[in-house]
């Protein structure tokens, strides 16, 4: 059973930081992309960020470019989400996601074939 677990999500002021992990299970996803995505309350899900299954491409929705980084440690199947400079916009459920697909860079939920459970974010001002 594949199961992706995220963890690190949690409460800060405006300005501070968090490191959301997301570690899978069931399956190696060492030949495939993993993104994050967030939805907000009364708001559909949107993408964060995907890394491709080298670590070595990235790509961020506008929002977050020069605050977030995404990373990887395939040898620990784990994916990253580092929050700089968070703000009260950044206050959403923070979904893991990891594609079937090889060698892919998805940015779109349809690509996404597996998710965890989701953690909270809430940034106060």
């Known amino acids: 059973q594949v199961q992706l677990q995220e963890s690190g999500g949690g409460s800060v002021q405006a300005g501070g930081s968090l490191r959301l992990s997301c570690a899978a299970s069931g399956r190696t996803f060492s030949q495939n992309a993993m993104g994050w995505f967030r939805q907000a309350p009364g708001k559909e899900r949107e993408f964060v960020a995907v890394i491709n299954w080298t670590g070595g491409i990235t790509r961020y929705t506008d929002s977050v470019k020069g605050r977030f980084t995404i990373s990887r440690v395939n040898a620990k199947n784990t994916v990253y989400l580092q929050m700089n400079s968070l703000k009260p916009e950044d206050t959403a459920v923070y979904y893991c996601?990891?594609?079937?697909?090889?060698?892919?860079?998805?940015?779109?939920?349809?690509?996404?074939?597996?998710w965890g459970q989701g953690t909270q974010v809430t940034v106060s001002s």
């Open positions: 996601a990891a594609a079937i697909a090889k060698y892919t860079l998805p940015i779109s939920i349809s690509e996404y074939d597996y």
